[in-house]
Every structure is written in structure tokens, then in C-alpha cells.
């Protein structure tokens, strides 16, 4: 448990009066087998669960009955056969003492304390389930096909969390440093290690070890690749070539489940070529954009428009585009180059809240997502506040594929110069990635060191 028990208090008591009426099922998530029973992942708390209960055992469901201002824990007390081969765990009745839940039931008993709820006429609110074996458990409670449970989950409740779990409080923000500076050993080492004949799977090994030797894991699977035009490229036995870019994107998950998530580029010869700092130049640009501009009540779709802009100008100065800026930004041109969108929002999920559904984590009634290639893949577009941490991680990416398609289908030939666009087949990609916080009159970059990302300071820092 993170937090004081009264932190846990509160958040129930404010999730209780936003949603207003009924009861709140937050089930938590169970063991998940890998290959055979006994042989499972590596555990992991369901972060709502874990922002109301603050519990991380597994097994558990949280309720809350508005309407009767009670609140539950239902779970099972372990056997002794299980104490012999996991050790001593707490009752249930005194792991929801600890976060100040008066209520305890074994887990048996939740279907009968539901069930009357339906029967009486309550509203029973749950957040969309994204594990099979949580969406048979809210069927079963509900009496509703398993594969029916997203669609029908509360969007009273959805908005409620959403609301409280963006802003985060100074704990969280302190939590969420300590991620960052596993991060940097993370991202540190794989630039030194970074060397012609190094495979990328022994570097991504590298860094997971890091992680789970001083948190909990990898807030999400590592990203080490020389093609870094694919955006989730997991590390291969590909052995890294002089004259080509690593692209490393990996972030650690502390023992109190806060992520960080952070990209950097390295040349594998120890120096970028002309060639390719004339592109990191134009990213590294757009990175800076982000940190001098945004503040509390902008539109990040703005933010992301305006970086967009940016990288079309300079784009248009090697000779890779051309047109009228604004045109070719409206006209979804610069997607040629940047294929998503800049950045998302940040916490106890890497992607925070994503499986609550982006368009109640990242839009709202201004500001609609949207269905134009690349910038439909903006995770965020709302106008941003204090305490809120995102991604700035602008990116340029050179895609085989996509450049043949677009080209065939003579997309955009007012603004892409197709010949000069050849040249850079074999590129890859360039991403630059910081985790940021909005203050009250602009936003900083969260991490007590940060990650060497100027083209001048990499190269100095792989040479020592």
C-alpha cells in the first residue's frame, strides 16, 4: 500500500458523490496463468482497483453502495496449503482495515449482495473489463453475455475515475519520478552498451533487468530496434550495424506500480551521420516545442498541430516536402512522416486510463478525436491542467510501405517531393520521448536527470 489509509478513504468518498447513485463494482484482477496452471505471469493489480483499494493481492473485488454509504471487500482467506508455498498473507478483514473498508465478505457472497441490488432496481456501476476471466465474472454477477460487458460498462463511473485519476497529487508525481530514475539507468545503459555487432534482444535484456532489479517490472515491453519506422519493434537477434540508429523506447514500473516511458535515439557508430542529424535535428525541434509551449487550458490538439507545422517547415527546408504549410498540415500530408500522435497521457498505466476508452480519457465535448490518417491516432486532443503528466514525443519515421502506397495513389503530390523522398528508404525512424508534467504556468520535464537526447550530448556521452 502506497498510501496513508485516509488517501484511500477520500478517493472513495469523492468517487462516491461524483457517480451519485447505486453501487460500484471495482473487481480486482486475478493470477493469470502462462503455459500451465502453477506457472503464471508476473502479477499485476488493476490500477482503478489499486487508486480506490490500494491492495494488491489478488482475488479481491471493492464495492461500494452509495445509496447505504458501506463499503466492501470480498475475497477468500488463503488455506494453509497455499500458506506453505506463498508464505503468510493477511486476512481479508485486515487488509481492508488497512484502507479503511469496515465491510468484509468471502468472495462467494458478492453474487447473492448483487443479485439483490439488481432485484431491488440499483444501478450497479463497473468500469470496462479488459481481462476474460473479470468480463465472465461481471457477466455471471449480471446475468449478461461475457463479450457484452465493455459496451455496457458505466459511463457515469468511466467519467468519475477519468476526472480524479488524471490529476495526480504530489505523491503520485513523486512516484512516478522514482520510475523516471529507473529509467534513465535503463535508457543509459542501452545507449552505452549500443555497438556494431551488439544484438538488439541482448540490450533489451539489458534494460528489463534493470527494471525488475529495482521496481517491479517494465511499464511495457521494450522497444530496442535498428528499424525504428516500426513503432512497436520488439528487440530481435538482429545485430546492430554501423551507420544505422538504435531506436530504444522502454520505461520501468516501481514496486508501487507508477510508470515511466521514455525513447532516445543512438547512432550505432558512436557519431549520427549529416544525413541523419539533419532529421534528429527537426525532432529534437519539436521535443523543445513542446516543453517551451504547453500550459494549463491549451488544446494538446493544438499543441500537436502546432508541432506538425514545425516539422513540415523544416521538412520543406531539406527538400522533402513543399506547398503552403498550413495546407499541407490540414491536408494530413505531414503524416507521411509522423504517423501518430504526440503523446498520451501518463501514470499507473503507461497509456493511463486507455482501457477505460480513449475517448473519455483523452476528448470530450469540445474537442472531438480525429478520423484523419495519422492524427487519428492521438490519444489526447482535450484542453490539459495542472497535474496532469504526458508524453512529448514527436517522431519522424521513413516507411517503405507507406511511401509506395501514397506514391501509387499520387497522394499528396503537392506537398511530398516523391524523388528527393527515395533518398531516405532505408532511414528508419527518429523518436524523442520525455514524460511531462502541466504546473500551473507551464509544464516540466519530470526526472531528477535527464536522459542525454541533443545530438551533441549523445555523441559525448557514448564516447566517455
Keep these: 500500500m502506497l498510501f496513508e489509509r485516509e488517501t484511500y478513504v477520500e478517493r472513495r468518498k469523492e468517487l462516491s ?41 489478488d482475488g479481491l473485488a471493492g464495492v461500494i453502495d452509495i445509496d447505504g454509504n458501506r463499503e466492501y471487500l470480498f475475497g477468500d482467506d488463503i488455506d494453509m496449503e497455499n500458506i506453505i508455498w506463498t508464505g503468510f498473507v493477511p486476512s481479508v478483514a485486515d487488509m481492508a482495515e488497512t484502507v479503511g473498508v469496515s465491510n468484509t465478505a468471502p468472495m462467494k457472497e458478492l453474487w447473492s449482495f448483487v443479485s ?41 463511473l468511466i ?64 522497444i530496442v530496434t535498428m528499424h525504428g519506422e516500426i513503432f512497436h519493434g520488439d528487440p ?10 538504435m531506436l530504444c523506447d522502454a520505461g520501468a514500473e516501481t514496486v508501487n506500480n507508477y510508470c515511466s516511458d521514455n525513447t532516445r535515439v543512438t547512432p550505432v557508430s558512436g557519431h549520427f551521420t549529416e544525413k541523419q542529424r539533419d532529421i534528429y535535428s527537426i525532432v529534437e525541434a519539436c521535443h523543445d516545442l513542446v516543453i517551451e509551449k504547453a500550459h494549463p487550458g491549451m488544446k494538446w490538439m493544438d499543441m500537436h498541430l502546432d508541432v506538425c507545422r514545425l516539422m513540415t517547415d523544416r521538412l520543406k527546408d531539406l527538400g ?19 504517423q501518430h500522435g504526440l503523446g498520451h497521457m501518463m501514470g499507473m498505466d503507461v497509456h493511463d486510463m486507455e482501457g477505460l476508452g480513449q475517448i473519455y480519457v483523452g476528448f470530450d465535448d469540445e474537442v472531438r478525436p480525429s478520423e484523419q490518417f495519422g492524427t487519428n491516432c492521438l490519444r489526447c486532443g482535450r484542453r490539459i491542467q495542472p497535474g496532469w503528466v504526458l508524453t512529448d514525443e514527436p517522431g519522424i519515421y521513413f516507411i517503405p510501405a507507406l511511401m509506395d502506397k501514397w506514391k501509387s495513389e499520387n497522394m499528396h503530390r503537392d506537398f511530398i517531393c516523391y524523388d528527393r523522398l ?33 545530438s551533441h550530448e549523445v555523441e559525448e556521452f557514448i564516447a566517455r
Design 17 to 57: 458523490a461524483k457517480v451519485g447513485d447505486g453501487i460500484i463494482l471495482l473487481p480486482g484482477n486475478n493470477d493469470a496463468p502462462c503455459n500451465y496452471p502453477a506457472n503464471g505471469y508476473k502479477y499485476r493489480q488493476d490500477s482503478s482497483f489499486l487508486y480506490y483499494f490500494g491492495l494488491e493481492h
Design 116 to 156: 439483490k441490488a439488481l432485484k431491488q432496481g440499483r444501478k450497479v456501476h463497473y468500469l470496462p473489463p479488459y481481462r476474460y476471466d473479470t468480463m465472465i465474472q461481471i457477466g455471471d454477477l449480471l446475468g449478461i453475455h461475457p463479450l457484452k460487458t465493455r459496451e455496457n460498462a458505466s459511463v457515469r
Design 159 to 222: 467519467k468519475a475515475v477519468v476526472d480524479m485519476r488524471s490529476v495526480k497529487s504530489e505523491g503520485e508525481i513523486a512516484e512516478i519520478e522514482r520510475a523516471m530514475a529507473i529509467g534513465y539507468e535503463m535508457h543509459t545503459t542501452a545507449m552505452k552498451a549500443c555497438a556494431p555487432g551488439v544484438t538488439e534482444k541482448f540490450i533489451g535484456g539489458l534494460i528489463d533487468g534493470i527494471a525488475a532489479s529495482y521496481g517491479c517490472k517494465v511499464s511495457f515491453n521494450s
Design 236 to 245: 530481435s537477434l538482429h545485430r546492430l550495424e554501423s551507420g544505422r540508429l
Design 320 to 338: 522533402l516536402m513543399k506547398g503552403n504549410t498550413e495546407d499541407a498540415v490540414q491536408a494530413g500530408a505531414h503524416a507521411m512522416f509522423l
Design 422 to 454: 527515395e533518398q531516405y528508404r532505408d532511414f528508419g525512424g527518429i523518436r524523442l520521448e520525455d514524460d511531462i508534467l502541466i504546473t500551473e504556468t507551464g509544464c516540466r520535464v519530470l526526472g531528477e536527470k535527464q536522459i542525454p537526447y541533443h
